[in-house]
Protein backbone atom coordinates (compact mmCIF):
# COMPACT_ATOMS: atom_id res chain seq x y z
CA UNK A 1 0.00 0.00 0.00
CA UNK A 2 1.25 3.14 -1.40
CA UNK A 3 2.51 5.37 1.95
CA UNK A 4 0.02 8.82 2.49
CA UNK A 5 2.69 11.01 2.15
CA UNK A 6 4.05 9.40 -0.60
CA UNK A 7 0.82 9.95 -2.42
CA UNK A 8 0.76 13.29 -1.01
CA UNK A 9 3.83 14.44 -2.63
CA UNK A 10 2.81 12.21 -5.81
CA UNK A 11 -0.28 14.17 -6.46
CA UNK A 12 0.98 17.43 -5.85
CA UNK A 13 3.69 16.88 -8.53
CA UNK A 14 0.23 18.23 -11.42
CA UNK A 15 0.15 21.01 -9.02
CA UNK A 16 3.85 21.59 -8.47
CA UNK A 17 4.09 21.63 -12.17
CA UNK A 18 1.37 24.19 -13.11
CA UNK A 19 2.85 26.78 -10.64
CA UNK A 20 6.50 26.68 -11.71
CA UNK A 21 7.65 29.95 -12.72
CA UNK A 22 8.31 29.62 -16.14
CA UNK A 23 10.41 32.56 -16.33
CA UNK A 24 13.01 31.59 -13.79
CA UNK A 25 12.80 28.00 -15.07
CA UNK A 26 13.79 29.52 -18.39
CA UNK A 27 16.67 31.54 -16.63
CA UNK A 28 17.42 28.43 -14.71
CA UNK A 29 18.39 26.62 -17.78
CA UNK A 30 20.52 29.13 -19.27
CA UNK A 31 22.29 28.95 -16.17
CA UNK A 32 23.24 25.54 -16.01
CA UNK A 33 26.29 23.86 -18.27
CA UNK A 34 26.51 20.53 -20.16
CA UNK A 35 26.28 17.64 -18.22
CA UNK A 36 25.84 19.85 -14.51
CA UNK A 37 26.54 18.24 -11.21
CA UNK A 38 23.15 18.37 -9.38
CA UNK A 39 22.77 18.24 -5.52
CA UNK A 40 18.57 18.37 -4.12
CA UNK A 41 17.85 19.19 -0.62
CA UNK A 42 14.90 17.21 0.83
CA UNK A 43 14.14 15.94 -2.34
CA UNK A 44 11.37 13.74 -1.51
CA UNK A 45 10.13 11.29 -3.96
CA UNK A 46 12.43 12.80 -6.61
CA UNK A 47 10.28 14.06 -9.02
CA UNK A 48 12.80 16.58 -10.10
CA UNK A 49 14.59 13.73 -12.12
CA UNK A 50 12.13 13.31 -14.20
CA UNK A 51 10.97 17.48 -14.58
CA UNK A 52 14.71 17.97 -16.10
CA UNK A 53 14.46 15.24 -18.27
CA UNK A 54 11.11 17.27 -19.17
CA UNK A 55 13.08 19.59 -19.96
CA UNK A 56 15.65 18.74 -21.57
CA UNK A 57 18.23 18.51 -19.16
CA UNK A 58 19.36 14.84 -20.05
CA UNK A 59 22.99 14.48 -19.09
CA UNK A 60 23.86 15.21 -15.36
CA UNK A 61 24.66 13.43 -12.01
CA UNK A 62 22.25 14.08 -9.53
CA UNK A 63 22.12 12.92 -5.65
CA UNK A 64 19.24 13.47 -3.66
CA UNK A 65 19.08 13.78 -0.06
CA UNK A 66 16.01 13.32 1.93
CA UNK A 67 15.76 12.44 6.28
CA UNK A 68 12.73 9.48 5.34
CA UNK A 69 14.24 6.48 4.29
CA UNK A 70 10.99 5.50 2.69
CA UNK A 71 10.83 8.30 0.77
CA UNK A 72 14.33 7.38 -0.69
CA UNK A 73 13.81 3.85 -1.35
CA UNK A 74 10.68 4.78 -2.67
CA UNK A 75 12.24 7.66 -5.02
CA UNK A 76 15.04 4.96 -6.46
CA UNK A 77 12.39 3.00 -7.57
CA UNK A 78 9.62 4.89 -8.81
CA UNK A 79 12.11 7.30 -10.98
CA UNK A 80 14.31 3.87 -11.61
CA UNK A 81 10.58 3.53 -13.44
CA UNK A 82 10.15 7.01 -15.04
CA UNK A 83 13.67 7.15 -16.83
CA UNK A 84 12.95 3.59 -17.93
CA UNK A 85 10.19 4.62 -19.66
CA UNK A 86 11.70 7.83 -20.91
CA UNK A 87 15.20 7.17 -22.44
CA UNK A 88 15.33 3.48 -21.98
CA UNK A 89 17.74 1.24 -20.15
CA UNK A 90 18.28 1.72 -16.57
CA UNK A 91 21.23 0.55 -14.66
CA UNK A 92 21.16 -0.02 -11.00
CA UNK A 93 23.96 1.49 -8.96
CA UNK A 94 25.13 2.29 -5.31
CA UNK A 95 21.73 4.16 -3.83
CA UNK A 96 20.69 4.58 -7.31
CA UNK A 97 20.84 3.86 -10.74
CA UNK A 98 21.88 5.44 -14.28
CA UNK A 99 19.97 5.99 -17.48
CA UNK A 100 20.95 7.18 -20.33
CA UNK A 101 23.11 9.87 -19.55
CA UNK A 102 21.87 10.84 -16.37
CA UNK A 103 22.98 9.48 -13.01
CA UNK A 104 21.16 9.46 -9.90
CA UNK A 105 21.32 8.55 -6.73
CA UNK A 106 19.03 9.09 -3.36
CA UNK A 107 20.17 9.14 0.25
CA UNK A 108 19.28 9.46 3.78
CA UNK A 109 20.25 12.14 5.64
CA UNK A 110 20.38 15.57 6.80
CA UNK A 111 19.99 18.30 3.57
CA UNK A 112 20.97 21.18 5.78
CA UNK A 113 24.06 19.00 6.50
CA UNK A 114 25.40 18.27 2.88
CA UNK A 115 28.79 19.88 2.44
CA UNK A 116 29.71 18.39 -1.33
CA UNK A 117 31.25 22.07 -2.21
CA UNK A 118 31.33 21.44 -6.18
CA UNK A 119 27.47 21.25 -7.29
CA UNK A 120 26.76 23.39 -10.23
CA UNK A 121 23.08 23.65 -9.23
CA UNK A 122 21.39 23.19 -5.79
CA UNK A 123 17.63 22.63 -5.61
CA UNK A 124 15.36 22.89 -2.28
CA UNK A 125 11.93 22.80 -3.45
CA UNK A 126 8.57 23.93 -0.91
CA UNK A 127 12.12 23.55 1.65
CA UNK A 128 12.76 26.97 2.47
CA UNK A 129 9.82 27.64 4.43
CA UNK A 130 10.76 24.78 6.56
CA UNK A 131 14.14 25.08 7.60
CA UNK A 132 15.70 28.61 9.56
CA UNK A 133 16.60 30.51 6.18
CA UNK A 134 20.40 31.39 8.08
CA UNK A 135 20.68 27.42 7.70
CA UNK A 136 19.57 27.05 4.28
CA UNK A 137 21.84 29.83 2.76
CA UNK A 138 24.69 28.46 4.79
CA UNK A 139 24.24 25.09 3.06
CA UNK A 140 23.60 26.51 -0.25
CA UNK A 141 27.12 28.29 0.48
CA UNK A 142 28.98 24.84 1.50
CA UNK A 143 27.12 22.70 -1.02
CA UNK A 144 27.87 24.91 -4.47
CA UNK A 145 30.99 25.51 -6.44
CA UNK A 146 32.24 28.86 -7.32
CA UNK A 147 30.07 29.11 -10.74
CA UNK A 148 26.88 27.47 -8.89
CA UNK A 149 23.32 28.53 -8.19
CA UNK A 150 20.63 27.36 -6.39
CA UNK A 151 16.88 27.05 -7.17
CA UNK A 152 14.52 27.47 -4.77
CA UNK A 153 10.91 27.07 -5.85
CA UNK A 154 7.61 26.71 -4.42
CA UNK A 155 8.68 28.75 -1.09
CA UNK A 156 5.46 29.72 0.62
CA UNK A 157 4.67 33.01 1.65
CA UNK A 158 1.82 33.57 3.60
CA UNK A 159 -1.28 33.66 1.57
CA UNK A 160 -4.13 30.93 1.88
CA UNK A 161 -7.36 31.40 0.43
CA UNK A 162 -10.29 28.85 -0.04
CA UNK A 163 -13.55 29.41 -2.46
CA UNK A 164 -16.68 30.35 -2.18
CA UNK A 165 -16.08 32.34 0.90
CA UNK A 166 -17.08 31.30 4.34
CA UNK A 167 -17.61 33.90 7.14
CA UNK A 168 -14.62 32.13 9.01
CA UNK A 169 -11.98 32.46 6.29
CA UNK A 170 -9.76 35.19 7.89
CA UNK A 171 -9.71 33.33 11.14
CA UNK A 172 -9.18 30.09 9.88
CA UNK A 173 -6.05 31.19 7.67
CA UNK A 174 -4.71 33.19 10.65
CA UNK A 175 -4.43 30.25 13.01
CA UNK A 176 -3.31 28.13 9.82
CA UNK A 177 -0.27 30.37 9.61
CA UNK A 178 0.18 31.06 13.89
CA UNK A 179 0.55 27.02 14.25
CA UNK A 180 2.99 27.32 11.04
CA UNK A 181 4.99 30.18 12.71
CA UNK A 182 4.99 28.26 16.33
CA UNK A 183 7.15 25.07 14.58
CA UNK A 184 10.88 25.59 15.38
CA UNK A 185 12.39 26.73 11.82
CA UNK A 186 9.30 27.14 9.98
CA UNK A 187 8.07 30.62 8.61
CA UNK A 188 4.90 31.29 7.03
CA UNK A 189 6.21 34.57 4.87
CA UNK A 190 9.18 32.86 3.91
CA UNK A 191 9.11 33.50 -0.13
CA UNK A 192 9.51 37.23 1.39
CA UNK A 193 11.86 37.05 3.86
CA UNK A 194 13.96 34.92 1.16
CA UNK A 195 13.76 38.08 -0.94
CA UNK A 196 14.78 40.07 1.10
CA UNK A 197 17.68 37.81 2.42
CA UNK A 198 19.24 36.97 -1.25
CA UNK A 199 19.08 41.03 -2.31
CA UNK A 200 20.95 42.10 0.78
CA UNK A 201 23.80 39.45 0.31
CA UNK A 202 26.79 39.12 -1.35
CA UNK A 203 24.85 36.70 -4.31
CA UNK A 204 23.14 37.57 -7.26
CA UNK A 205 19.27 37.36 -7.27
CA UNK A 206 19.32 36.04 -10.86
CA UNK A 207 15.13 35.69 -11.00
CA UNK A 208 12.10 35.63 -9.25
CA UNK A 209 8.31 35.41 -9.54
CA UNK A 210 5.10 34.42 -8.25
CA UNK A 211 4.17 30.09 -8.11
CA UNK A 212 0.99 30.12 -6.46
CA UNK A 213 -0.90 26.81 -5.72
CA UNK A 214 -4.59 26.61 -7.86
CA UNK A 215 -6.39 23.41 -7.13
CA UNK A 216 -9.77 23.69 -8.50
CA UNK A 217 -12.47 21.31 -9.98
CA UNK A 218 -13.24 21.49 -14.03
CA UNK A 219 -16.61 19.68 -14.65
CA UNK A 220 -16.87 18.61 -10.78
CA UNK A 221 -14.06 16.82 -10.92
CA UNK A 222 -10.14 17.61 -9.86
CA UNK A 223 -7.38 16.24 -12.31
CA UNK A 224 -4.99 13.94 -11.63
CA UNK A 225 -4.76 13.10 -7.92
CA UNK A 226 -5.59 16.58 -7.19
CA UNK A 227 -7.99 15.89 -4.50
CA UNK A 228 -6.55 13.38 -2.37
CA UNK A 229 -4.01 16.45 -2.25
CA UNK A 230 -6.59 18.96 -1.27
CA UNK A 231 -8.11 16.40 1.18
CA UNK A 232 -4.40 16.10 2.81
CA UNK A 233 -4.33 20.44 2.84
CA UNK A 234 -8.01 20.36 4.45
CA UNK A 235 -5.98 18.32 7.12
CA UNK A 236 -3.41 20.17 7.66
CA UNK A 237 -6.02 22.81 8.69
CA UNK A 238 -7.74 20.87 10.64
CA UNK A 239 -4.49 20.37 12.63
CA UNK A 240 -4.13 23.83 13.03
CA UNK A 241 -7.63 24.47 14.49
CA UNK A 242 -7.56 21.86 16.82
CA UNK A 243 -8.02 23.12 19.99
CA UNK A 244 -7.08 26.72 18.83
CA UNK A 245 -10.99 28.22 19.73
CA UNK A 246 -11.42 29.94 16.40
CA UNK A 247 -15.07 31.06 15.83
CA UNK A 248 -16.95 29.36 13.30
CA UNK A 249 -13.75 26.61 12.79
CA UNK A 250 -15.90 23.68 12.92
CA UNK A 251 -18.60 24.98 10.13
CA UNK A 252 -15.44 26.02 8.26
CA UNK A 253 -14.10 22.71 8.34
CA UNK A 254 -17.27 20.89 7.43
CA UNK A 255 -18.56 23.13 4.90
CA UNK A 256 -14.79 22.60 3.03
CA UNK A 257 -15.18 18.87 3.33
CA UNK A 258 -18.49 18.84 1.79
CA UNK A 259 -17.55 21.22 -1.14
CA UNK A 260 -14.47 18.81 -1.93
CA UNK A 261 -16.43 15.83 -2.08
CA UNK A 262 -18.36 17.88 -4.53
CA UNK A 263 -16.10 18.75 -6.68
CA UNK A 264 -16.76 22.33 -5.83
CA UNK A 265 -13.85 23.61 -3.43
CA UNK A 266 -11.24 25.87 -4.89
CA UNK A 267 -7.78 26.55 -3.15
CA UNK A 268 -4.44 28.98 -3.58
CA UNK A 269 -1.40 29.01 -1.95
CA UNK A 270 0.74 32.03 -2.79
CA UNK A 271 4.25 30.88 -3.18
CA UNK A 272 7.57 31.97 -5.05
CA UNK A 273 10.51 30.39 -6.68
CA UNK A 274 13.98 31.82 -6.67
CA UNK A 275 17.09 31.76 -8.70
CA UNK A 276 20.34 32.65 -6.73
CA UNK A 277 23.86 32.83 -6.84
CA UNK A 278 25.70 32.89 -3.53
Not at 26 to 32: C, H, I, K, P, V
Request: negative net charge.
Amino acid sequence: MEHAHVRYLEAKRSVDDRALNRRVRDRLLDELPAAPEIVEFAAGTGVTVPRLIEWGVTGFDYRGTDRDPDLVQDARERRADDLAAAVGAVTPREHGFRAGDATVAFRVGDALAVDDGDADLVVAQAFADLVPLDELLDALDRALGPDGVAYLPITFDGATLFQPDHPADDRVAAAYHDRIAAEPGRDPRAGRHLLDRCRAADGDLLAAGASDWLVRPIGGAYPADEAFFLGRILEFVADALDGAGVDGASDWLATRREQLAAGKLTYVAHQYDLLYAP
